[in-house]
């Protein structure tokens, strides 16, 4: 069992950045891909990026391309959210979650959810 717990979240205005931290508790974080979400007020929670266990690989969003950069420290059982150039629209609660591949069905599955970090970028 894996515990996540995100932080680096703020009030910043729009054009800012941020970087949200992920730490992860117990041995086997090298040996899970990483994936963060966030949920808007009022809205569902969306994806925003994945990270292959390694780092060698990341996924994003059409949306925050170009902006945000995950990265990870196995080292240090941390995942990171780097995120440039912040728009009001990025406002919400992101989250880091486990991510295991399912072949059998080509998807990811998300799990060990942390307690979120609030992220308001103001106009």
Do not use: H
Request: overall charge positive; some cysteine; aromatic content about 14%.
């Amino acid at each position: 069992q894996v515990q996540l717990v995100e932080s680096g979240g703020g009030l910043v205005q729009a054009g800012d950045s941020l970087r949200l931290s992920c730490a992860a508790s117990g041995r086997t974080f090298s040996s899970y891909a990483m994936g963060w979400f966030r949920q808007a007020p009022g809205k569902e929670r969306v994806f925003v990026a994945r990270i292959s266990s390694s780092g060698g690989s990341t996924y994003y969003v059409d949306s925050v391309k170009g902006r945000f950069t995950i990265s990870r420290e196995n080292a240090k059982n941390t995942v990171y959210l780097q995120m440039n150039s912040l728009k009001p629209e990025d406002t919400a609660v992101y989250y880091c979650a486990t991510a295991t591949y399912y072949g059998s069905s080509s998807r990811f599955n998300y799990a060990n959810w942390g307690q979120g970090t609030q992220v308001t970028v103001s106009s």
